[in-house]
């Protein structure tokens, strides 16, 4: 159920259109979460990292707020051959221009 939901996102971010319903009172734009933008970027520059691997899971971990910076937190799964593993990515950037600070990645095996 939860890697149903973790494509779905995937698929929001790599800007593929999904219907939606002439019933919902629910526009594409609010569709697409806020985070989208930087869920996008996490995945390219781990594709990028990790250019021989494939990203085979995907879970936005939330947003922290400093001073003048926000950092968003996702967690992907890798396969890179026979070997599986996650990697954190953090990416900070500038709260009120949403100019980018840095890219963390962190590997891990779980």
Do not use: C, H
């Not at 890798?78 to 953090?90: L, R, T």
């Amino acid at each position: 159920m939860l890697r149903k939901i973790y494509f779905t996102l995937g698929i929001l971010i790599a800007g593929v259109s999904v219907p939606i319903s002439l019933s919902t009172n629910v526009n594409a734009q609010e569709a697409v979460p806020a985070y989208a933008k930087w869920g996008n970027l996490a995945v390219k520059e781990t594709q990028s990292k990790y250019p021989n691997a494939s990203i085979i899971d995907y879970l936005y971990e939330g947003r922290e707020t400093k001073e003048n910076s926000t950092i968003e937190r996702f967690k992907l799964w890798i396969k890179d051959g026979s070997k599986e593993f996650g990697v954190f990515v953090s990416i900070e950037y500038t709260t009120s221009t949403g100019e980018l600070i840095k890219i963390e990645f962190q590997e891990t095996p779980q």
